[in-house]
């Protein structure tokens, strides 16, 4: 059993409450999740996308929940069981206690399981437990989108935790676009989703917009208007998002999923704060 490196790699977060500490504990074990599909050929099938993406491999400075991934081209026959029997052997091997629940049906087009876990919080040393004494069940969601839209494109960088394994992942433009595509369709304001635009736009990352225009007609309001998108496009569409937004409740929902010293700096968020950050688009 190799519980010692999960005690070691948690005790580098140096987390400062219960809440932190359950975020640290999930996202070592998504790292053993990645690293266990890098042992199958998951990855030549798919890429890794999403905020948890961006936190693992491009330091985003919040926690993530979900993972993400999306095939290289559509396959409405893809089984997502095969792939995680080796996560869960993977994960035996560092003391978990897991069970995996698949909810992948057939004709769905996004396939989901779900990691759950409640043994490991009693092989390790915390610090924070909940005023019961007994950490919550841990529980990871993973979706597979079998039907995505054209125009990504990857990167394959290796992932050297807790063994060194190869990640496909969807390089910078493609996660900037896919985070457009939730920032413009989602149907509900998610703060994470601006925090994560803030993180792209201070660093100018350019946007994949084959893959964005792609998206856009495949699901969302432009769905089948073949839309074609560029820089100006999204400043107009993101100007009108943003003036709908009620920036009080957007920035209660990220709180939780970034560290004390960052808490100042959610008071900026407001209409002509991502206005400005838009702009720099243009």
């Known amino acids: 059993m190799s519980v010692e490196i999960i005690q070691e790699r948690l005790n580098s977060y140096s987390c400062v409450s219960t809440l932190e500490e359950e975020m640290a504990l999930r996202e070592i074990t998504q790292e053993i999740i990645l690293a266990g599909l890098g042992r199958t050929a998951f990855f030549a099938q798919a890429g890794f996308q999403g905020g948890t993406c961006l936190r693992i491999f491009h330091s985003l400075n919040r926690f993530s929940e979900d993972m993400d991934f999306a095939l290289a081209s559509p396959d409405p026959a ?3 069981a095969s792939h995680l029997d080796q996560v869960r052997q993977e994960l035996l091997v560092y003391g978990y206690e897991i069970e995996i629940d ?7 087009t996004v396939r989901q ?10 092989l390790l040393s915390l610090d924070y437990r909940p005023r019961g004494g007994r950490a919550r069940k841990l529980r990871i969601k993973l979706e597979v989108d079998t039907n995505p839209p054209s125009g990504a494109s990857y990167e394959m960088p290796v992932l050297d935790y807790p063994f060194p394994a190869a ?11 896919g985070k457009l595509h939730a920032l413009l369709c989602r149907n509900y304001d998610k703060g994470r989703d601006w925090y994560d635009f803030i993180w792209y736009t201070a660093r100018r990352t350019p946007i994949n917009h084959e893959l964005l225009s792609a998206a856009l007609d495949q699901q969302g309001p432009w769905k089948g208007h073949g839309p074609k998108t560029d820089n100006d496009w999204c400043v107009e569409e993101l100007r009108a998002k943003i003036a709908e937004i009620d920036w009080a409740q957007v920035r209660q929902d990220v709180q939780r999923f970034v560290r004390p010293h960052e808490l100042p700096s959610l008071k900026l968020w407001s209409r002509e704060f991502f206005l400005r950050q838009s702009a720099k688009l243009s």
Request: glycine letters at 10%; a neutral charge; proline letters at 3%.
């Open 78 to 80: 893809f089984r997502l």
């Open 102 to 108: 698949d909810r992948s049906e057939v004709g769905e």
């Open 113 to 122: 399981a779900f990691v759950k876990d409640g043994s490991l919080g009693k």
């Open 167 to 177: 990640v496909r992942i969807f390089d910078l433009p493609s996660l900037f676009a």
